[in-house]
Nanobody, 129 residues
Framework: VQLQACGGGLVQAGDSLRLSCAASARTFSNVAVAWFRQVPGKGREFVSA????????FYRDSVKGRFTISRDNVQNTVYLQMNSLRPEDTAVYYCASDRTTYTRGSRAYYSEEANFVFWGQGTQVTVSS
């Protein structure tokens, strides 16, 4: 499965962006998908995840109420709507797909990079103050 992340850009604080993660295979609809982000010199951190059927979203605390994850399993695409962006949201954002099908895990589970097998190439989000 190949994942293609896009939608990043340079915006001002308070603006919005919508990231997309498109998959090459229909089996994408059987797995949870997560977004992670990384700034230079630091490890990747969990941002958000959504279960395979789109029923349960998960978020890191700092993005709750501002980011919304969703998916369209017909289009094999997961979205991350990011509103009220802050300079501290600046990072390269990666999408990743769960290595196990049909999980209904926890935020702790989806926060672990080791639980994800396929990764997109990353899309840069830069928020200026």
């Amino acid at each position: 499965v190949q994942l293609q992340a896009c939608g990043g850009g340079l915006v001002q604080a308070g603006d919005s962006l919508r990231l997309s993660c498109a998959a090459s295979a229909r089996t994408f609809s059987n797995v949870a998908v997560a977004w992670f982000r990384q700034v230079p010199g630091k490890g990747r951190e969990f941002v958000s995840a959504i279960t395979w059927n789109g029923e349960i979203p998960f978020y890191r605390d700092s993005v709750k109420g501002r980011f919304t994850i969703s998916r369209d399993n017909v289009q094999n695409t997961v979205y991350l709507q990011m509103n009220s962006l802050r300079p501290e949201d600046t990072a390269v954002y990666y999408c990743a797909s769960d290595r196990t099908t049909y999980t209904r895990g926890s935020r702790a589970y989806y926060s672990e990079e080791a639980n994800f097998v396929f990764w997109g190439q990353g899309t840069q989000v830069t928020v200026s103050s």
